[in-house]
Structures are given as C-alpha cells and as structure tokens.
C-alpha cells in the first residue's frame, strides 16, 4: 500500500522554501528584501511564498506605513505542530518531548523594542520579555514619538498575565541612542523606516504588529498581547542558542 507522506514535508523541503522560512524566522520581511536575502527573481520568491502562505506556515500582513507593501511572516507554531505530526507520522516515537521550561538566556542579552509611541506595543514586548527570560535578560522599549501608557496595555497585561506595568516609565528613543544592545527589534512599521544606527552592530529584527491603540477596542489589545507572547518565547530560545 503506497503512503503518502505528509504535504508538509514536501511544503518546506524544497530548498528555496527553506531558505524563505529560515529567513522569515529573524525577521518579518517585505518581497523586495526576501528577493535580495535569497538571490532569487521576485517572480519566483513570490510564487513559493505564495505555496507557503496556502500551506498556512506564512501569513502576509499589509504595512502601516504603506499599504501598497505587505510584511510576510513565519508561523512558527503551526510550523512545529506539522513537522512535529510529520515526525510522528513516520514512528510515534519520534514526537518531540514537551519543552521542561523557558530556556536559560545569557546574561549579556540586552534587548530593545521599539515602536513609535511606546505606549503599549513595546512596553508590552518589554515586560514579556522580563517576565518569561528573567533576570538572565534585560529588556528596553522606546519610541520615537513618546505618548502616555494606554490604560489597556496595562488592563490586558493585568488580566491576561498577572504582570503589572503601571510602574513602567514611558521612554524616548532618543534616551537610548549610542547605548549598546545585542538585539533591536522594531514592532511598528513606520518606526522600522526611521531607526537609527546603534552602535556594535547588533541583530535587527522587525515584527509588523499593527497599534491597537489604532483600533482603539480591548479586542485589540488581547491579540496584540497574545501575538507578542508567542513570538517573546520564541525568541528566548533563539537568545539561548547564542550561547
């Protein structure tokens, strides 16, 4: 009896594809940027992120700061969940164990997020990352154009986290300019165009998180904060395997 093997295998076997994964991994990218990365005609990357996206391991979501462009991204828990179904498929022994926690984090992780009015994006992304790395990380957010702390990114972190940021300070991103970090991730589109240079060179990694302020509804907010949280525990373990 012929068996097919899963569809996912064949999805993120080609090579192109991979590349694409792996690099949407870092970073959320635009066309033109997994065009130059991959070496490939913007033709052909389009097409395989075009496979991807109807696989549901990409999603694509239109820019704040031009909606003529779109920012793709990586599905890195429906990702596991298939390769991990796949692996399983092929002996039930080679289901991957439950993680026993978050991972440790080197003591020299210094990581800044940044969005415009740092009042409720960042400051989120700050405190998650405090919360879940612990004392081995040290978290930062800015914007560049500072507003008050929005009572539902205070609300939504209460109620859904049990974290209190009330006490957190809103900062500008001028206050951080020529300090030093490993890591400087951007969670707004328009910020992303405007980011100065920081000094040694550290890894810049972009999120294109709409503002739910911008929304303005507590729905909003929820999702915000639960999209932070997933990809906040991702990324501690990509901050361990740097050790």
Same mark, same amino acid.
């Given at each position: ?8 295998? #064949?999805?993120? /076997? ?12 870092? =970073? ?26 109807? /696989?549901? %391991? ?21 990702? /596991? ?12 022994? %080679? ?5 026993? /926690?978050?991972?440790?984090? =080197? ?30 990380v040290e978290a930062f957010s800015a914007g560049s154009h500072p507003?008050?702390?929005?009572? =539902? #990114? ?7 986290f049990g974290i209190d940021i009330a006490g957190q300070r809103v900062?500008? %991103? ?11 991730? =951007? ?25 739910? #302020? ?25 901050? #361990?395997?740097?050790?």
């Amino acid at each position: 009896m012929k068996v097919k093997p899963p569809d996912v295998l #064949a999805l993120a /076997g080609h090579e192109l594809r991979w590349r694409l994964l792996g690099e949407l991994a870092r =970073s959320d990218r635009q066309v033109h940027e997994l065009t130059d990365l991959i070496g490939q005609p913007q033709s052909l990357v389009s097409y395989h992120l075009g496979r991807l996206r109807a /696989g549901g %391991l990409v999603a694509a979501r239109r820019s704040s700061a031009d909606r003529r462009e779109a920012y793709y991204r990586i599905d890195l828990v429906r990702c /596991g969940e298939l390769l991990a179904d796949a692996a399983a498929a092929l002996h039930p022994g %080679l289901r991957p164990a439950p993680p026993a /926690g978050e991972p440790g984090v =080197s003591p020299t992780a210094r990581v800044l997020f940044l969005c415009t009015g740092n009042s409720a994006r960042s400051q989120i992304a700050e405190a998650l990352l405090r919360h879940h790395g612990g004392e081995a990380v040290e978290a930062f957010s800015a914007g560049s154009h500072p507003k008050r702390l929005h009572p =539902s #990114a205070v609300l939504v972190m209460r109620e859904q986290f049990g974290i209190d940021i009330a006490g957190q300070r809103v900062k500008s %991103l001028d206050e951080f300019t020529g300090r030093r970090f490993d890591h400087v991730i =951007s969670l707004c589109d328009r910020l992303r165009e405007v980011c100065p240079d920081f000094p040694g060179a550290p890894e810049l990694i972009h999120w294109s998180i709409p503002d739910p #302020a911008a929304e303005g509804e507590y729905p909003a907010f929820e999702r915000t904060a639960a999209e932070l949280d997933i990809r906040i525990r991702f990324l501690i373990h990509h901050l #361990a395997s740097e050790d």
